[in-house]
């Protein structure tokens, strides 16, 4: 694509104590072009608008202003650090784009890949990976709405992740709006557009942020579209026409309890039937919500909060199949006891560490936070306080490693005291009362060794 | 344990050049750039549809100067695309391009279910057979009713009406229209639109429009692209992203006083 600025140089801009490097074009749409750019050392992309873009957009600049004025909600929004207008030296050299703007954001660091790698099966990633991503979506999206703000775009091009650590980072914040403003020139993406922004009936805010959001989820967690199944296979041509039929004029969800009129076909919907079964009727029971009478009632659909709680509960409980080694999840009570997804084997039950606020089934790689040991917390997962690991040479035998922070002050049931520094792990195998930076946690008989 | 071996279901994305190659194309190596817009062009299409899952992009060519023939006769998934120099020389048969298509387009050989193909003509002359049998052959298709029609038209001496009748009509402004006088911000600046040939005066402008072709319109063919609000939004099988800035209009005003 042919470069709106020009490439590998040096630009100076309004307001910009340093000269920036710009590098190469990252990547262009139909909005502008991004930009691999520094600034005194600092990696950063500037994104940088097609003047037929802004013409469109009168709000564009007061949006972003009021987005780099109040700050990022959390880090992971490539969230815009500053407005850029050339100034006199460098308009000169930029002709008609120079009379248009751009941003600074931070650059998506190289680990993070587009979400539709995932949702294309390109990439190697776990289950545990994928359910810790969607609660980082859910997280992002509960921060930017306590902030004050909307989305009004999420879709599968919006989200990039970190297959390795189920880290995220959501670009193209240039559409986020104070709630309630009303203005931009955005939509959507179909697929993800709530049925009354789709239909014309009201404009993107809060409430299709939340629809937006589950169709995300549901696509991050199923790899299939909530909406494709039967009623798809029923339009030759997925046009315009087709897709307002399938999405805004009469959606069904694809599991719909009730209206089973859109089931996933056992031939082309594969994915949704192979992954949707591995799911919790916790987490289950929010999409139904979500696309069933949160379609045409916004007020039904799933909170970022009840997203956060469910997917942080789904995580507590993970465990490794004994026979298979694969990752399985939590099931509502079955008289034949919980089976292997994979291997249909049974799965024998697994011991419960019970905290303050829940509790963590004992298997390798569940990890407690401080949300487990003090109910006033909400769900966090990024700064753990323990990971459940297996000792490496006695089998059956668990510990917590502690995670960082101040050392652990440990009392045993027989008296003993002891501390436990970080990186050190403290055996699940002898009840013991842990008084962690978080709060205490207490090791229970019931969890004594085989 | 990886997460289970599943992918997003997909629909295929027939994307389809029809390349004039008469004897008018040698003139100013426009030949030469037509070839390479595309050559060029296949890298970012490739890219789109990567990032679009849902969208298996397979892409076909025609050429036609004295008669018309498969240049890429297999539907060939994008990234395997090896585009080989189409050669000039021969007349402009046209309606025989359009039939060739139209037989393609039927079903079968098409999918029973696919997106919306997008149809890609460019020519820099008058047909010489007869154009309007070739057009109403391949618009007898439902498949190629409900395609993205996009002309372009190389230098002075393309048809720009036989170009407008391939693509259909523009529904956005009726003849005589002066763009803006309804008093809605226009989608396209003065004169452009997708919905009417491109006036390709150059290889730089040519090359921005198959650029835009294969990035913007196969994006816009297979969803990712946001929706934008606008007159243009519910028109035509998918709604079509703006035009890319050009050599004529570099980059278009972004604050024009009036229009």
Same mark, same amino acid.
């Given at each position: ?56 957009? $009168? ?24 407005? &850029? ?74 989200? /990039? ?43 993107? %805010? ?18 299939? %579209? @909530? ?20 999405? $805004?004029?009469? @959606?069904?969800?694809? /599991? %719909? ?28 029971? &929010? ?60 799965? @024998? ?78 055996? &699940? ?22 | ?8 279901? *997909? ?21 030469? *750039? ?90 820099? =002359? ?41 693509? =259909? ?52 063919? *297979?969803?990712?692209? *946001? ?33």
């Amino acid at each position: 694509m042919a470069s709106l600025l020009p490439t590998d140089t040096v630009l100076t801009f309004e307001g910009l104590a340093a000269p920036l490097q710009v590098g190469h074009c990252l990547g262009g749409g139909s909005q502008g072009q991004v930009y691999a750019v520094e600034l005194e050392g600092e990696p950063l992309a500037l994104k940088w608008y097609l003047p037929s873009f802004l013409a469109r957009d $009168a709000g564009l600049q007061t949006r972003l202003e009021e987005s780099i004025r109040r700050g990022a909600p959390n880090d992971d929004f490539l969230w815009p650090l500053a407005l &850029l207008r050339p100034d006199d030296a460098s308009r000169a050299r930029l002709g008609v784009a120079g009379r248009g703007f751009g941003y600074l954001m931070p650059l998506r660091p190289p680990a993070y890949v587009g979400a539709a790698e995932h949702a294309a099966g390109r990439i190697a990633i776990s289950l545990r990976t994928v359910l810790r991503a969607a609660f980082f979506l859910a997280a992002g999206f509960h921060d930017l709405h306590s902030f004050g703000f909307c989305y009004k775009d999420v879709s599968l091009g919006n989200l /990039f992740l970190d297959p390795g650590s189920g880290g995220i980072r959501i670009g193209d914040n240039d559409n986020v709006d104070v709630i309630g403003s009303d203005g931009g020139a955005v939509l959507g993406t179909w697929g993800f557009m709530a049925p009354e922004v789709a239909l014309g009936q009201a404009r993107p %805010d809060v409430a299709s942020d939340l629809f937006s959001l589950a169709a995300l989820q549901f696509q991050l967690l199923t790899r299939h %579209d @909530p909406f494709r199944g039967a009623l798809e296979l029923a339009i030759p041509c997925l046009d315009l026409p087709g897709r307002r039929r399938l999405y $805004a004029e009469d @959606p069904v969800f694809v /599991f %719909d309890p009730r209206d089973t009129r859109n089931r996933p076909d056992p031939h082309e919907h594969v994915a949704a039937l192979i992954t949707w079964p591995l799911y919790p009727r916790r987490l289950q029971r &929010l999409f139904e919500e979500t696309f069933g009478p949160g379609l045409h009632d916004p007020s039904r659909r799933a909170l970022t909060g009840q997203w956060k709680q469910a997917l942080a509960v789904v995580l507590d409980h993970l465990r490794l199949c004994p026979h298979c080694g694969e990752e399985n999840l939590e099931h509502d009570p079955d008289p034949g006891g919980a089976r292997c997804w994979r291997c249909r084997r049974p799965l @024998p039950p697994a011991p419960l560490l019970k905290l303050a606020n829940g509790g963590v089934t004992v298997a390798e790689g569940n990890q407690i936070h401080a949300h487990h040991l003090d109910p006033l917390r909400a769900e966090d997962l990024r700064r753990p306080v323990a990971e459940v690991v297996a000792h490496p040479s006695r089998p059956g035998l668990f510990g917590l490693r502690h995670l960082g922070g101040a050392p652990w002050q440990v009392e045993r049931a027989d008296g003993r005291r002891f501390e436990v520094l970080p990186g050190e792990t403290c055996s &699940l195998g002898r009840a013991a009362l842990l008084h962690t930076g978080a709060g205490p946690l207490r090791i229970g008989d019931h969890l004594l060794r085989p | 344990m990886p997460f289970p071996d599943v992918r997003l279901a *997909s629909r295929p994305l027939h994307f389809l050049y029809i390349c004039d190659c008469s004897g008018s194309m040698q003139a100013d190596g426009r030949m030469q *750039s037509l070839n390479q817009a595309i050559r060029q062009s296949l890298p970012g299409m490739a890219e789109a549809a990567r990032q679009n899952p849902e969208a298996r992009v397979l892409v076909r060519a025609v050429r036609f100067a004295d008669r018309a023939g498969w240049h890429i006769a297999t539907p060939t998934p994008v990234e395997q695309v090896r585009w080989n120099d189409l050669q000039a020389g021969g007349v402009t048969a046209m309606g025989e391009a359009l039939e060739l298509v139209a037989a393609e387009l039927r079903s079968p050989p098409m999918e029973a279910r696919a997106l919306p193909p997008v149809l890609v003509l460019i020519s820099d =002359g008058q047909p010489t057979d007869d154009f309007d049998a070739g057009l109403r052959s391949l618009m007898r298709e439902p498949w190629a009713r409900r395609a993205v029609r996009l002309a372009i038209a190389i230098g002075h001496d393309a048809d720009t009406e036989v170009l407008q009748q391939f693509i =259909g009509e523009d529904p956005g402004l009726p003849a005589g229209e002066v763009p803006g006088a309804s008093g809605q911000m226009p989608r396209h600046p003065l004169g452009r639109s997708p919905r009417r040939p491109l006036p390709a005066s150059n290889a730089t402008t040519l090359a921005r429009y198959l650029q835009w072709a294969s990035t913007a319109v196969v994006g816009a063919a *297979s969803t990712t692209a *946001s929706r934008l609000g606008g007159a243009d939004d519910n028109r035509g099988p998918v709604p079509l992203p703006d035009l890319p800035p050009t050599e004529l209009d570099p980059l278009e005003d972004p604050d024009p006083i009036k229009w």
